[in-house]
């Protein structure tokens, strides 16, 4: 009697012969045509990318010797500027994509496409944390050479791991815009909003620098206490403990995406109700 030989197990194939995606391959591909889809477009890339490194370069190097917050300025800056780039990212990278492609009808032709619907929120999440990476190398390669910056190896990792993991809540926030405005409205909603939330924040100044009356409403906001967290890595936390500044971000975070899921169902019910 012969003993049957074991064949090596193929993957299953579409009718024409060509082997059917992951799952896990689908994901990777949304997500690196989602990454080049942005960076290709040159405003996204100039005025997300470039802007928080021109301004660390501007407000940060430029005063390098002045001490803030117990810490060196270039230092105090560098998380800051990380804080207020990393926002950027996260709110025009959901915000106005969101928006302008419902505007557009992307939405809808992926809704029938055989793509899993996560898909398409995973690879934007993607998008973000990477572009919020590039934004915190440039921000650490400048302020370790030109800045004099001198921190622990497990502050710079502390730093850079706030500052990506705090993209979520602001994430959370652009979805919920992107679902709220119209394409045409959606960059100058998020740039009304987000602007003089960063002042308020103490994300271009100090924030005890600022009048009492800001710094009264400081609290109040969102990138306050992403950045209070930052600080708070290098030692320039000025107010709250670290738990709390968490707990209010995680709020927010719930209340966005609550905010975003509503603004979804009633889009599609506009679309196929």
Known sequence: MTTPVATPATPATTDAGVPRPTLVRIYVTE?????LKLIR????????????????VLFGLAFGGEETGGVGRTTYMLATYGTFGVIGAALFGFGVSVAVERGQGWMRLKRVSPMPPQAYFVAKVVMSTTVSALIIGALFFLGATLGGVSMSAPQWISLGLVLLVGALPFSAMGLAFGYLVGPNSAPAMLNLIYLPMAFASGLWIPIHQLPAFVQGIAPALPPYHFAQLALGTVGASESG?????AVVLLAFTGFFLTVAAWGFRRDEGRTYG
């Open 41 to 56: 477009i040159p405003i996204f890339a100039v005025s997300t990318i470039a802007l928080p490194v021109v301004f660390y």
């Open 241 to 245: 403990s670290q738990a709390l500044h």
């Open 31 to 35: 997500a690196r045509h989602e990454f």
